[in-house]
């Protein structure tokens, strides 16, 4: 199963992770073992800093909580990437409900063969290095479209969250991946940027959080 037939399958259930619709039980679970999730929404952009007038590419942009937030902070346009249809029609629907579906762009497939017509200032990919096979390629294709900022999340080494998040993805035969700080810092030097920082989320087996300076 790819990464992108998964998350249509879990489109409903996923997109409740950021909007508070889920039990009271579940968000205290969603808070205790899936912080990262949101630290890294924080994080991403602190990071960023002003998108006034930006055009921001979302790779990965699953239900678009990001790309409602560029919006909220000014982008003038932005491209989703997602693999996922379903996913698609959630971040549709929430890009329609603050009343900006005119400075949106979905394109459905994966990144690189899937790239915006034009390039972007900005680029955010959270919660997809997970399923890359090829990261410096990827990383490649990133710089190739956007130049001046990409941040990108990923997850970390942990001696039990990793086999036993490779258990139950392997169970959904979707291969997923994980980095050493040693690894993700290889990947940049391979792809020849300098400028960047690697921030890890505080706790045991959160996520990685890299800030790309492509200019």
């Known amino acids: 199963m790819s990464s992108g037939q998964f998350?249509?399958?879990?489109?409903?259930?996923?997109?409740?992770?950021y909007d508070g619709k889920r039990s009271p039980t579940m968000q205290w679970v969603d808070q205790r073992f899936r912080r990262d999730m949101f630290v890294r929404f924080t994080l991403t952009f602190d990071s960023l800093g002003n998108l006034e007038g930006k055009r921001v590419l979302d790779v990965g942009c699953g239900s678009g909580p990001y790309m409602a937030?560029?919006?909220?902070r000014g982008a003038a346009q932005v491209v989703g990437i997602d693999p996922a249809p379903s996913m698609l029609e959630l971040a549709r629907r929430r890009v329609a409900a603050?009343?900006?579906?005119?400075?949106?762009r979905l394109l459905e497939g994966y990144f690189p063969q899937t790239c915006p017509p034009e390039p972007a200032e900005i680029a955010i990919v959270m919660g997809v290095m997970d399923y890359v096979d090829?990261?410096?390629?990827?990383?490649r294709g990133l710089q190739s479209v956007v130049n001046q900022k990409a941040v990108l999340s990923f997850p970390s080494v942990h001696w039990f969250r990793t086999p036993f998040r490779q258990f139950r993805y392997r169970l959904r035969r979707c291969p997923v991946?994980?980095?050493?700080?040693?690894a993700i810092e290889a990947?940049?030097?391979e792809i020849g940027v300098r400028d960047y920082t690697l921030t890890?989320?505080?706790?045991?087996?959160?996520?990685?959080?890299?800030?790309?300076?492509?200019?």
């Not at 998350?7 to 992770?17: I, L, V, W």
């Not at 090829?134 to 990383?139: I, P």
């Open 187 to 189: 990947l940049v030097r």
């Open 177 to 182: 991946r994980f980095y050493t700080p040693d």
């Open 98 to 104: 603050i009343g900006m579906p005119e400075k949106v």
């Open 69 to 72: 937030e560029a919006l909220k």
């Open 200 to 215: 890890k989320i505080q706790g045991a087996g959160m996520d990685y959080v890299l800030c790309l300076n492509l200019q």
């Open 134 to 139: 090829d990261a410096a390629a990827f990383l």
């Open 7 to 17: 998350f249509d399958g879990f489109a409903e259930a996923f997109d409740t992770f």
